[in-house]
């Protein structure tokens, strides 16, 4: 399903159109995001817009459902780069311009993730919803090299696969949080390497983390009614209706297995199921 979560009203959009047509959501994995603005210039924060506001609607939008189907679980993917984030809510949706406020403005939407994983298992408690920030590693994707300048590209790649994880490697750690059994109680921690790591003090501090919330329902444009508090739970129409953002997906193709995971870490092949993914036809 068709998803920018620059666009708050594509999110908008896809959140309708899943409710609509799946009864079950058991896991939410936020795994989208940029490191840069690229070419495009935009009147806000796109940086922080794609990496923590959309998440945090599409977050909200789904919440109802996620209640229904508990135990569930939310897993937010941060970086380690929150360690350098720094907050400034006079300024957090300000536009970013040059490389050195990108890099500032990307770890502070890192940070942003912790925050946010913090803060919702605040509001969360009790209702058999859990949720994680989870640090996948340094890893060898397109995320950062998609900016760098063509002809420096065929210098860096060698060095990428040298030293960076190979993308399965690095699912590891948020698979970890959305399928490991008896990890409940560490709602709204940070895991780095299957484990729990601590953070610095900025990412543990309760009154930034409800800041930030608030500050993110106003960006978001979240109404008084739309909180995590909110029960309603729109009822899914027929399945067998196509949604006008469906994918051409074969039917009931699956999510494979994950790759080994790092050493020291439990055997995910013990907590690791099969998925169904469901797909309408093209219509």
């Known amino acids: 399903m068709a998803l920018d979560l620059a666009s708050l009203a594509s999110v908008r959009a896809f959140a309708t159109a899943f409710l609509s047509s799946e009864p079950r959501l058991d896991i939410l994995i936020h795994n989208a995001g940029i490191s840069s603005c690229g ?156 484990h729990v790591e601590e953070v610095p003090p900025a990412a543990r501090d309760d009154r930034a983390a409800r800041r930030l919330w608030e500050a993110s329902k106003n960006l978001a444009g979240l109404g008084p009614g739309e909180d995590a508090s909110s029960d309603e739970d729109p009822q899914p129409k027929d399945p067998g209706t196509p949604s006008s953002l469906s994918s051409s997906h074969p039917e009931g193709s699956t999510v494979s297995e994950p790759y080994p995971s790092p050493q020291s870490s439990p055997d995910l092949s013990k907590v690791t199921h099969r998925i169904l993914v469901k797909a309408e036809p093209e219509p």
């Not at 948020?174 to 390497?193: M, T």
Request: aromatic share 8%; charged share 20%.
């Open 39 to 194: 070419g495009t210039r935009e009147p806000f924060n796109l940086l922080l817009r794609v990496n923590h506001i959309g998440p945090f609607l599409l977050t909200h939008l789904l919440l109802p459902r996620l209640k229904t189907c508990a135990p569930s679980r939310v897993v937010v993917v941060s970086s380690a780069a929150h360690q350098r984030g720094r907050l400034d809510f006079t300024r957090l949706d300000r536009p970013v311009v040059g490389w050195r406020q990108e890099l500032r403005a990307y770890a502070d939407s890192k940070l942003a993730n912790v925050l946010f994983a913090r803060e919702l298992a605040t509001q969360l408690e009790g209702t058999g919803v859990t949720c994680f920030a989870a640090h996948p590693g340094p890893v060898n994707s397109e995320l950062f090299l998609r900016h760098i300048p063509g002809w420096l590209r065929p210098l860096l790649r060698p060095l990428a696969w040298l030293v960076l994880r190979a993308p399965g490697g690095g699912a590891q750690t948020p698979l970890y949080c959305a399928l490991q059994e008896g990890i409940e109680p560490l709602s709204g921690r940070y895991f780095a390497n299957c």
